[in-house]
């Protein structure tokens, strides 16, 4: 793409200004994109007459004042410098009669042509305002003969794939958009960014969500800026519920239950204090007891919680007794996970289903009381598998792979999108679990076990064993004064170091006690009546964590 | 047609910016160097006060916007010491920005154009700060925008909301 300034005399950065009297009379610029994300560039060739250190020297510092003018801000004497300390051995000398062929005409009677590349700073600086300034600086001398080039262009523009969001598709648009809306993009996302700042903490936090609200450009840059909790901590977007707590620090939360309704709502801790009656609200969670087991259906939603709804995130299920439960999340977990496609799944994918509806149902999770042998007042034991994260996951320098990294929830977005690709990858795995597992009561567990060759093994959690306090003749837990009445439901989660209770095939990969094994990953407790607190942190999501605790509301009958 | 210009000390550097309206700022080099752009340009050609090099700037900056921008820079060039210390230049660089907004973003993208960081971060300051307690439809109203989501995408995100702002 070319841009053809045509006529020193019309342009303010050349007309009327005494600084390159050398630079002959026309010159064009070219955009530069480089397959990098963030740098564009233009490319400025002009004549000079005598290419000495005086004029090289104007020349260049022409050049920058040129592609500064038309990019915006971006470059500066100094980069001129740089760049040319770098680019003279790039500058190369090209004859008129290239120039010639290029134009159809004889430009000047320039012997040498600089060729200067500067690339901006910020890819965003939108093509939309280079043009727009161009246009603006030509005034009525030559407009016409412009808009014939710039359509010219248009052409060219569009038979080439750019991916930058705020090309415009039509030029004409230009002039009749607002002011503001022609904001470059690198100033915008200098706003956005200090708004993300300064609004730190609920609820006005949600002046972020708002900006992510406004439209694909703002909705990306917002994405760009707000950091994922597991390194700022904070909980920003619905999308954060279900990315992992933070590595430093615990995200302090509470659980409001209400027994009447049997309704459970996760809210934000908005201070340190222990009982506090108002919170950022996260998640909600209804419980629905059934013949065969107990359900709770997990919801974004404080007062409209039920599976049908677009709010609905995932639930969790009991088995009979209540010492099994299995957590199921609407989104698919990273596909090296140790998944064993549930029934739900299967009917989800099955034609029928209207796309539109997030309906998915994986199981990324189970959790095990284990049977008291001390009778009803002691300790329970519970044993968490996580199978939508690796165990490596809490070792040094681990991740947890498959992040849903959309604002939207994944499933529904490619529930619109990729519909056929995704099934087709169900329909592997699908083929996968039944040629390999026995399709019966096989369960994640014994589906997690025979992964464990192929796959990575997945993250194991048990709760911290309390100790017999002698002297208040009770089992004793440091909840660090975060959990301050005693209770059976209370607990606290750590990476289990010998995955002894997984099974067989994994006793030989006994792995040494790492450093991330003794940090507490989630504790729960009671502080009040129908209150409890919730503290998680890496690799947990706010909602796995949720998920856990409520199976510890749940009444176990061989545990109490 | 000197506006801004401050009184001529003798001999004093001086440099004129034109803007594409006609209007010609007069202003000295403690002044033009604020801008980063300017300060780097005028490095270059240097400039005299009998002979001062005439800078013309883009179409987007206006001789009002100029005005803003050249009536920071020289009570940033003048610093703290001069008309009531750092205090009353806090409380200029307030009121400096308290603007329309077509003001607002023209001062900002001549502050960005001209590389005068300090400008910047008050006018980016100001505008972040407008759109708090704005909903998604006044920061749309405001900025011009026009949604350009799909109807799924925009129902997506209209559920995002009431959560966000439960």
């Known amino acids: ?560 | 047609m000197s506006e801004g210009t401050k009184e001529p000390d003798g001999g004093e550097e001086k440099v004129v910016l034109k803007t594409h309206d006609g209007q010609e700022f007069t202003v000295d080099m403690a002044t033009a160097n604020q801008s980063g752009t300017l300060k780097n340009l005028l490095s270059e050609v240097g400039s005299s006060s009998n002979n001062p090099q005439v800078i013309p700037l883009p179409s987007s900056i206006t001789s009002r916007v100029l005005g803003k921008v050249v009536e920071y820079c020289q009570r940033h060039a003048a610093g703290g010491g001069r008309r009531g210390g750092m205090q009353a230049l806090e409380q200029f660089d307030e009121e400096l920005v308290e603007l329309d907004k077509d003001m607002l973003l023209d001062v900002t993208y001549a502050a960005a154009f001209l590389d005068v960081p300090r400008l910047l971060d008050l006018t980016s300051q100001a505008v972040a700060d407008a759109i708090k307690n704005m909903s998604v439809e006044e920061v749309r109203h405001y900025f011009g925008v026009v949604s350009d989501f799909t109807e799924e995408e925009e129902k997506v995100i209209r559920s995002e909301c009431p959560w966000a702002f439960e």
């Open chain 1, 1 to 560: 793409m070319l841009i053809v300034l045509p006529s020193s005399a019309t342009c303010p950065a050349i007309g009327g200004c005494r600084l390159w009297p050398h630079v002959g009379p026309t010159y064009c610029v070219e955009k530069l994109s480089r397959e990098e994300r963030g740098v564009t560039g233009v490319r400025a060739y002009f004549p000079t007459l005598t290419p000495s250190q005086d004029t090289g020297f104007s020349v260049f510092g022409f050049a920058a004042w040129s592609c500064a003018f038309l990019g915006g801000s971006c470059t500066s004497i100094q980069d001129t410098r740089a760049i040319q300390s770098i680019e003279t051995e790039h500058v190369k000398l090209f004859c008129g009669s290239w120039i010639h062929k290029i134009f159809g005409k004889p430009l000047v009677c320039a012997t040498a042509l600089f060729c200067i590349q500067i690339y901006l700073k910020s890819a965003q600086m939108s093509f939309r305002r280079i043009v727009r300034d161009v246009r603006d600086s030509f005034g009525s001398l030559s407009r016409r003969s412009f808009e014939v080039r710039i359509s010219g262009l248009l052409g060219h523009h569009k038979g080439k794939s750019y991916s930058s969001v705020n090309e415009p598709h039509d030029f004409s648009q230009i002039t009749q958009q607002s002011h503001w809306a022609t904001l470059p993009p690198e100033l915008l996302r200098d706003v956005i960014k200090r708004l993300e700042e300064s609004e730190a903490a609920w609820p006005s936090r949600k002046h972020v969500v708002a900006c992510a609200a406004v439209c694909r450009a703002w909705r990306e840059m917002c994405k760009e800026i707000v950091r994922s909790p597991e390194f700022c901590g904070k909980l920003t977007f619905p999308i954060s519920l279900k990315q992992p707590g933070p590595r430093d620090g615990m995200i302090q939360c509470f659980i409001k239950r209400d027994k009447s309704k049997l309704t459970y709502r996760l809210y934000l801790c908005l201070s340190p204090a222990v009982l506090v009656e108002n919170g950022k609200f996260l998640l909600s969670a209804k419980r629905n007891p059934r013949t065969t087991c107990t359900e709770y259906v997990i919801s974004t939603d404080a007062d409209n919680i039920s599976r049908s709804s677009s709010t609905y995130v995932g639930k969790l299920r009991s088995n009979f007794i209540g010492t099994k439960f299995r957590i199921y999340d609407t989104q698919p977990p990273y596909s090296g996970a140790a998944l064993c496609p549930g029934r739900t799944s299967r009917r989800f994918y099955s034609k029928k289903v209207s796309p539109k509806v997030p309906s998915g149902s994986y199981p990324i999770a189970q959790v095990t009381y284990e049977l008291n042998v001390l009778g009803t007042r002691g300790p329970r034991r519970m044993h968490c598998i996580m199978h939508s994260i690796p165990a490596s996951a809490v070792e040094p320098g681990g991740i947890v792979p498959g992040q849903p990294d959309n604002l939207v929830a994944r499933s529904l977005e490619d529930s619109f999108r990729s519909m056929s690709s995704l099934s087709s990858f169900m329909d592997r795995s699908l083929d996968f679990s039944s040629s390999h597992f026995s399709t019966t009561t096989g369960g994640a567990q014994e589906g997690f076990e025979a992964t464990t060759d192929t796959k990575e093994r997945a993250l194991v959690l048990r709760n911290k064993p309390p100790r017999w306090h002698e002297q208040l003749q009770c089992w004793c837990l440091n909840f660090r004064g975060r959990v301050t009445i005693a209770s059976v439901k209370n607990f606290q989660l750590i990476a289990a170091t010998q995955p002894t209770a997984v099974g067989p095939t994994t006793t030989t990969t006994a792995q040494p006690s790492g450093s991330g094994h003794d940090k507490i990953i989630l504790q729960f407790g009671k502080v009040a009546k129908d209150t409890f607190t919730m503290d998680y942190r890496y690799p947990l999501s706010a909602f796995q964590a949720f998920a856990i605790c409520l199976s510890s509301f749940d009444t176990k009958l061989a545990c109490e």
